[in-house]
């Protein structure tokens, strides 16, 4: 079983460069990006901030919405960030979900089948791309940027996504939202635990038609809301009028997690041994909380 790893992502204007410092000192191994339009920070300057600030942490894209660049582009911006970063940087992308934000950007909105073939096609060009990107000059002066492929990530809930992944990551970002059938694009429901017994099943079946090991994969889960709290009852009636979600299915679900350090802990550990999750990440709000709990699982490894 790999050891924990755990990161924090930085959705708002905060001070990207103090922040990635405490993250550093708080014990997180990785900072992290979406890529959202409207009032969101850039991922590749603030990262490469962050770079400039910190020495071991890593700096990630938790997603890149691949449909929104163009290859070369962001082959580019990703040989840049791994350079001035000094090979700290990782990439994940996904396939996008927001429409409002495609068409706030005059992107065409495709269907969710070539918004996946568009990430397909990327990873699959990505070494050449990332060369094309680095250049090759012959001297000193005119020398390329070292094309470092970087350890790859994809966010994955869907079947396709999923096998996506098992054949082209390193990593498994296993997403716990999902679209609401019927409802507008951009309304989400959390899955249950047992909905994601489900998905790993079927990501272990997919691994053994890959001919990879399920745990050669390193496999990540966002945590939506941590809270640490001696009433764990009542934080998550609270917390179920908030994601308008029954609070017994956030008692359980992997994506969830509410109470004291030590049960937060213990569900993590549980999480590790029933899904193969071993990569904790969470949103800015729970950082703190989540930073609480680091010391707790780094000494159950020791």
Not at 126 to 143: K, M
Not at 218 to 227: D, F, G, R, W
Request: with cysteine; net charge negative; aromatic share 8%.
């Amino acid at each position: 079983m790999r050891p924990f790893r755990f990161g924090t992502n930085l959705r708002s204007v905060d001070d990207a460069a103090s922040f990635a410092r405490w993250a550093e000192d708080a014990g997180f191994d990785a900072l992290l990006l979406p890529d959202h339009l409207g009032v969101r920070l850039s991922p590749f300057a603030t990262l490469a901030a962050a770079a400039a600030a910190t020495e071991r942490l890593a700096l990630g894209t938790y997603v890149l919405n691949v449909p929104f660049w163009n290859p070369a582009m962001l082959a580019r911006e990703i040989v840049t960030l791994d350079a001035l970063s000094g090979g700290r940087f990782e990439l994940g992308v996904g396939a996008g979900h927001m429409r409002s934000e495609f068409e706030l950007a005059g992107i065409p909105w495709e269907p969710f089948d070539v918004r996946c073939a568009r990430v397909e096609a990327f990873l699959a060009d990505l070494d050449g791309l990332l060369a094309q990107a680095a250049g090759s000059g012959d001297d000193d002066a005119e020398r390329g940027l070292r094309a470092r492929r970087p350890s790859v990530l994809v966010g994955a809930s869907s079947d396709r996504l999923l096998r996506l992944a098992v054949r082209r990551a390193d990593v498994v970002a296993h997403a716990g939202l999902r679209q609401v059938r019927g409802a507008k694009l951009g309304t989400f429901r959390m899955l249950s635990a047992e909905e994601y017994d489900e998905r790993i099943a079927f990501t272990r079946a997919e691994a053994t038609a890959a001919d990879r090991a399920f745990d050669d994969l390193e496999h990540a889960v966002l945590l939506q809301h941590v809270k640490v709290t001696d009433d764990r009852q009542a934080a998550l009636t609270r917390l179920a009028d908030d994601f308008e979600t029954p609070a017994e299915l956030l008692a359980t679900t992997p994506f969830v997690a509410v109470g004291s350090e030590q049960q937060i802990a213990d569900q993590l550990l549980a999480a590790r041994e029933r899904y193969g999750f071993t990569y904790v990440t969470t949103h800015r709000p729970s950082a703190e909380a989540l930073a609480k709990v680091i010391p707790l699982l780094r000494g159950a490894e020791a």
